[in-house]
């Protein structure tokens, strides 16, 4: 069967620099920091104490949910969630209301562990023999699939119903996953995207790991430094990003706008062989990662205009930009433009790939290059290999036809997504 | 100190207690003793255990599993409220 275009219709996006469409365009063009010291992981002991969460007002969720959803919801994941996917419905210009099921939307909408907070509250009710306090609310929210659930309730969705895990390939994975079902007819319309809420718990298990930005506690803006020669760790952040996804002709019979195209793109794994680990990937699979995406999207890597990295602010960039030069054939002034929004606003891991994805469709979009921050002095072992000026320190107006999104996860887990301008 | 309340009493409180549990508002409007809160007030049923707490909360009383077990209807949910509030109906 002919695959079908996919387009992408609608944009959601509870970031830490700025929620909703509109606001996050500006602060991606003016490299608006979302990070902030938290004093409570000083007092914890931990190593980093920056971290970056969504300006987000929990009573606004009162404007999208009835009462009886929003009364008694705890689960902080889940609200962005919700926020993001209802934004991104109405940003495509849905109604929003329904007595029927929609039967030909579906959803792939990904997180990365239940809230440890609400977890927090089960095991201290149970252990103080209060079990019957807890209500009936807990299971849901807690629910890996809780997230997916809530969305899907609001918006009526009857088509597929997923919810994916991948580490901080789940964004990525669960556009991927989306486009996938569309363009092979199995459905004409998927919500697409992911959430993440960094609690101090789970931020402690990262920071335990001894992989994270120390340096800059005092200048929290300065803490994510993707491809500088300073950059000592990244900055695990929350937040949640929604892609609405739609068959090309069912969104041209609506009149629907369209922000963009979905080529395709390619999941995979290294298989935690040839280097690659549970934390770190095995080059050679994301190379052939790279390249299957390119082959399945018939994207040639000359047309790439710009990668949007994972780029986390690691010892995992340099091997990153290889892996790009490699499995594009470009180098140094001929790589592509190239760009990491974790500058910006730390690694939201499980929502790291819907909100970069909709940062790499607002660049197509509004045609400009976002700026790369905390880049004063780039990592001379990558501009041996790519052109500083490839490498842009500034917002840049440029022609960009064509994006090639990455995310690696824990799990050596891999994920491109090829995004391109419609045409 | 006992809370001295009669049953038109309880019933307004009550009212305040199942108003986030209920969709539609206007049902609440025509309440009596023999509404039922599933069937009339089209409460979701998982939810009847979070009306249970936050009427333990309100009144300050501990609703055992059989007692909870009988709000089923307004008249129920304020005779068990009455009874552990130690008041005689």
Not at chain 2, 79 to 86: A, S
Request: hydrophobic share 40%; proline share 4%.
């Amino acid at each position: 069967m002919k695959k079908r275009r996919v387009v992408v219709t609608g944009l959601g996006v509870v970031a830490p620099n700025a929620i909703g469409v509109p606001d996050f365009l500006e602060a991606i063009r003016m490299g608006k920091s979302g990070l902030k010291y938290v004093p409570d992981f000083e007092r914890l002991k931990y190593l980093c104490h920056v971290t970056g969460r969504p300006p987000f007002e929990w009573e606004s969720l009162r404007e999208i949910i009835p009462e009886v959803t929003f009364h008694g919801l705890r689960g902080m994941g889940i609200g962005f969630g919700l926020r993001a996917a209802v934004d991104a419905w109405q940003d495509a210009g849905l109604p929003l209301e329904t007595e029927t099921p929609r039967w030909d939307t579906g959803i792939v909408f990904g997180n990365s562990t239940a809230d440890s907070a609400l977890m927090q509250n089960v095991m201290r009710r149970v252990d103080a023999l209060e079990v019957k306090k807890l209500g009936s609310r807990v299971v849901e929210e807690t629910m890996n699939s809780g997230v997916t659930a809530y969305i899907t309730g609001r918006l009526g969705l009857a088509g597929k119903i997923v919810t994916n895990s991948a580490a901080c390939a789940t964004g990525s994975q669960a556009i991927l996953m989306g486009y996938e079902y569309i363009s092979s007819g199995l459905a004409d319309r998927m919500v697409t995207g992911s959430t993440e809420f960094v609690d101090t718990y789970i931020f402690g298990a990262f920071d335990a790991m001894r992989v994270l930005s120390r340096r800059f506690n005092q200048e929290p803006e300065k803490a994510s430094r993707p491809m500088s020669r300073t950059a000592g760790g990244f900055v695990p952040s929350s937040g949640a990003g929604a892609l609405i996804l739609e068959d090309m002709d069912t969104a041209l019979q609506r009149g629907a706008r369209i922000y963009a195209e979905v080529k395709g793109g390619a999941t995979n794994s290294g298989g935690q062989r040839g280097g690659g680990s549970m934390t770190a990937p095995n080059a050679e699979g994301v190379v052939r990662c790279i390249r299957e995406a390119l082959r399945i999207s018939e994207t040639g890597p000359e047309t790439i205009d710009l990668v949007a990295g994972h780029l986390t602010a690691t010892l995992g960039d340099l091997p990153e930009i290889q892996n790009w030069s490699l499995a594009l054939d470009r180098k140094d002034a001929d790589f592509p433009w190239v760009n990491s929004l974790k500058g910006m606003i730390g690694h939201c891991l499980s929502a790291a790939g819907s909100i970069e994805s909709v940062a790499a469709v607002l660049q197509i979009a509004h045609q400009f290059v976002h700026p790369n921050v905390n880049l004063e002095e780039p990592n001379p072992e990558i501009v041996k290999r790519i052109d500083a000026s490839r490498i842009p320190t500034a917002s840049t107006p440029a022609v960009i036809n064509t994006v090639a999104k990455a995310n690696f996860g824990f799990g050596d887990v891999n994920t491109c997504l090829i995004f391109a301008k419609w045409k | 100190m006992e809370m001295i309340m009669d049953r038109h009493a309880i019933l307004e409180e009550l009212k305040k207690v199942l108003g986030p549990y209920i969709k539609n508002k206007e049902l609440l409007q025509n309440i009596n003793e023999t509404t039922n809160l599933i069937a009339d007030l089209r409460v979701n049923s998982a939810n009847l255990v979070d009306i249970v707490i936050d009427a333990e909360a309100k009144y300050n009383i501990e609703i055992d599993v059989d007692s909870a077990e009988k709000m089923t209807t307004i008249g129920s949910c304020i005779d068990v409220i009455q009874e552990k509030l130690g008041q005689p109906s």
